[in-house]
């Protein structure tokens, strides 16, 4: 089976411009989460969706990012306007809800860099 | 506001050497899970512990969950090259809860 996939794998962008990133979730999986990797501040979850639906975006900097989960196989991360300090690693990562300690499988990552 | 530090931040050692990174915490959690990121990769689950005073063996890596169940270590014997990359733990505080919260990690260079 394939992992989680994510594109692009590398984006490079001006300060200003919008920035769509995307994800497909392992088939099956019921959760969707987007996290965020910087040197700073490490491994920092943005949005979970369960079912589709979003069920807490309190890390969601600000209001320059959302996220949409139209269907179980997709969902996108989205920067409207981008800045220099959004500049990371963004990870998308699933996993099949069990209720018990449930394993997360993360995808390559999306490499951002805003100039 | 749970969080997790883990030390050494960075650690270079000989191929051969024996070394522990350790991951502690104030809070308690439900579980506690270790992944190892490579570069340009996501992060991949290693060992998951449960109990406190549970211990784990993966071929060469020991993973141990503290009594109190607040913090964890990880100790790799005879480290090859291949055991480079960054390790990162993550606290499950249980309860439903979905969210993990990660250390920012250690860093591992293993020199052959």
């Known amino acids: 089976d394939a992992g989680v996939i994510q594109s692009p794998r590398h984006e490079v962008t001006e300060m200003g411009q919008e920035v769509t990133l995307r994800c497909k979730p392992i088939?099956?999986?019921?959760?969707l989460f987007w996290y965020r990797q910087t040197m700073m501040r490490g491994l920092e979850l943005l949005i979970y969706f369960n079912n589709n639906v979003p069920i807490d975006d309190s890390g969601m900097p600000e209001d320059r990012f959302s996220a949409k989960m139209p269907n179980a196989s997709f969902s996108t991360l989205k920067i409207q306007p981008s800045e220099p300090r959004d500049s990371a690693v963004y990870f998308c990562?699933?996993?099949?809800?069990?209720?018990?300690?449930?394993?997360?499988?993360f995808g390559p990552g999306t490499r951002l860099t805003v100039l | 506001t749970q969080l997790l530090e883990q030390s050494p931040q960075f650690l270079s050692i000989q191929e051969g050497e024996n070394l522990t990174v350790y991951c502690n915490s104030s809070?308690?959690?439900?579980?506690l899970q270790w992944y190892r990121q490579e570069p340009g990769e996501g992060p991949v689950l290693l060992v998951t512990v449960v109990t406190g005073g549970e211990v784990k063996k993966l071929k060469r890596l020991t993973f141990q969950f503290g009594d109190a169940r607040k913090d964890s270590s990880l100790h790799i014997t005879a480290a090859q090259p291949g055991d480079t990359g960054l390790y990162l733990c993550a606290g499950d505080s249980g309860a439903g809860s979905y969210q993990l919260t990660f250390g920012k990690g250690t860093k591992l260079s293993v020199i052959p």
């Open positions: 990562a699933s996993r099949r809800t069990s209720g018990v300690t449930d394993t997360q499988y």
């Open positions: 809070s308690v959690f439900s579980s």
């Open positions: 088939s099956g999986h019921n959760s």
